[in-house]
Nanobody, 118 residues
């Protein structure tokens, strides 16, 4: 079974930066799509950024230009560099890994809380 563990969340001032990390276990990480999602209190979980196995990225408009997703296949790690943070970025951030096939499972971490203060 794939297990994902996020880290790097915490309290940061508006305008500051934070780097989230996701450590993945299990097979086929190299050919999986990885991503970050977030859920603010009272809201549904939303996409933040994804990266395909080929390195193609997709970002939510709200974070484009501020956040950068990256991966290290040798270490089975996913990262999210968050710059110019805003209070509205406050949420629990979840790491996501999806296998390469239509029938592949999608795996979620338990999340890490990011709080941006004014």
């Amino acid at each position: 079974q794939v297990q994902l563990v996020e880290s790097g969340g915490g309290l940061v001032q508006a305008g500051g930066s934070l780097r989230l990390s996701c450590a993945a276990s299990g097979a086929i990480f190299d050919i999986s799509t990885v991503g970050w999602y977030r859920q603010a209190p009272g809201k549904q979980r939303e996409l933040v950024a994804t990266m395909s196995s080929g390195g193609r990225t997709n970002y939510a408009d709200s974070v484009k230009g501020r956040f950068t997703i990256s991966r290290d296949n040798g270490k089975n790690m996913v990262y999210l560099q968050m710059n110019s943070l805003k209070p509205e970025d406050t949420a629990v951030y979840y790491c996501n890994v999806r296998g390469p096939f239509t029938t592949s499972m999608t795996y979620w971490g338990k999340g890490t809380l990011v709080t941006v203060s004014s």
